[in-house]
């Protein structure tokens, strides 16, 4: 009677090993679905993930209606029709930055400068480092940047990339050129806009 228990137990054992190992080789998926919710209304868009050593970098297109609405509220939505139309060759581009142990990224020892300048280039410097290819090949630089400050809450970094002039129904290919890390030359091809559910 022990026998047959002891072996049922190594069965266990041995279907749990595996079954675990089986999960660990895996690959891991590059392009995922990112829902953007607001009162009534939700988007759809992909996130674009490359993953260097360490550092995983995840590009989504925010839906331009999506961002006005969360900057201008639900009260009067023929504003919101108005701005759209007015904005509608604008692009949003959110950029996040993720260390695999969920360090802090800015630390020295990932930038090669202090943490302070490390949060004054991710504020203001690294719009320089960002550029919008579209399908006909034109190159729009990046407009403007938001640097979410979490203040060590969440664990990565957040910027939100503008770019202007770019034509309502391009797909476009987001390129960066990593300096703060010194990873190099990124590719993000967005094959879609983002879609309203």
């Known amino acids: 009677m022990k026998r047959v228990q002891l072996l049922l137990i190594a069965i266990a054992v041995l279907l749990c090993f595996f079954s675990c190992k089986k999960q660990s080789l895996e690959p891991i998926t590059e392009t995922e679905t990112k829902l953007f919710h ?28 999506y961002y006005i609405l969360k900057q201008e509220g639900t009260a009067t939505l023929n504003k919101i029709d108005s701005m759209y139309a007015i904005l509608k060759n604008e692009r949003v581009v959110e950029m996040q930055f993720e260390h695999e142990t969920k360090d802090d990224l800015l630390k020295g020892k990932y930038t090669k400068r202090d943490y302070d ?18 399908q006909s090949g034109d190159t729009i630089d990046c407009s403007g940047v938001t640097f979410e400050r979490n203040f060590k809450i969440a664990p990565f ?41």
Request: glycine share 6%; no cysteine; charged share 15%.
């Open 117 to 134: 300048a490390s949060v004054t280039y991710m504020a203001f410097k690294i719009q320089n480092d960002f550029t919008v290819v579209t």
């Open 38 to 65: 607001l009162g009534q209304a939700g988007w759809t868009s992909n996130t674009i993930t490359q993953t260097f050593p360490n550092i995983a970098y995840k590009a989504t297109l925010v839906p331009l209606q």
């Open 157 to 197: 970094k957040r910027v939100l990339l503008h770019f202007g002039t770019v034509p309502e129904d391009a797909q476009i290919q987001l390129l960066y050129n990593d300096k703060l890390f010194g990873n190099g030359l990124m590719k993000f091809k967005f094959k879609e806009i983002p879609i309203l559910l």
